[in-house]
């Protein structure tokens, strides 16, 4: 069994939106929800040099990210109707809709705010990889759409060897240790590490307020 997964180059992402509107397109979403975000992160300060003069230390950039396809994804484990599964060809993580039950507990499991419980269903929803057209040996939509070509996909430990100076994590992103996500990214020179309480996500309405997400923030 191989696992899938995505190559994200932040150093190319201007945060232009494209992913993510061509998955909302393509999978028909509602304004409210998204399976791809764009997480805005940005920080630094001015520094006095001492001689009237001053510098800035300030940053920005910009983390294009939905399911990660996880290698112990946490929503399944904490569905409690087994409704979370993973595809035995590609291991790409899916929701089964016909046992899914709205009980939530993958909205609150996900440590990177994925799964998208339905108002107007009281079903799960999540990024599934574009498991048809991987099986048709396309890439999932998003990646096709990137005018930047900062999306890949493909077999992980592929994609890993490609890019060996690759990190499965940046912030905003949580620790990955958490899930072993199914994700290698190309930190760009601003990027900071995991953990970093310099910055903050600039769009937090846009990513956090999607629909039947009523929490602060989605990243915990």
């Known amino acids: 069994m191989t696992q899938y997964g ?7 992402c201007t945060g232009c939106r494209t992913c993510e509107m061509a998955c909302k397109d393509f999978k028909d979403l509602s304004e409210t ?12 300060d001015w520094k006095d040099n ?4 001053l510098s800035t230390t300030s940053y920005a950039y910009h983390v294009s990210a939905a399911c990660n396809h996880c290698a112990n994804p946490a929503c399944m484990e904490a569905c409690p109707a087994g409704a979370i599964e ?4 590609t291991r790409l993580v899916f929701v089964n809709q016909d046992a899914c039950k709205g009980f939530g507990a993958c909205v609150d499991a996900c440590p990177y705010g994925v799964p998208i419980l339905s108002k107007e269903d009281n ?11 991987v099986k048709e040996g396309k890439n999932p939509i998003c990646v096709d759409a990137c005018p930047l070509r900062a999306l890949e996909f493909g077999p992980i430990d592929d994609l890993r060897a ?11 992103l949580p620790d990955p240790s958490q899930t072993t ?6 930190a760009s020179a601003a990027a900071k590490p995991v953990g970093d309480a310099t910055g903050s996500v600039t769009n937090e309405p846009e990513v956090t307020y999607v ?8 990243m915990k």
């Open 211 to 218: 629909e039947a997400r009523e929490i602060t923030m989605a």
């Open 6 to 12: 995505f190559y994200f180059d932040n150093a190319r």
């Open 33 to 44: 929800m998204a399976f791809r975000r764009i997480f805005d992160y940005e920080g630094g």
């Open 86 to 89: 993973k595809d035995s060809d």
């Open 162 to 172: 490609a890019h060996p100076d690759a990190l499965d994590g940046i912030a905003p």
């Open 181 to 186: 996500p199914s994700l290698a990214i190309n």
């Open 50 to 53: 001492g001689d009237g003069t």
């Open 123 to 133: 079903k799960a929803y999540k990024c599934d990889g574009c498991i048809d057209r």
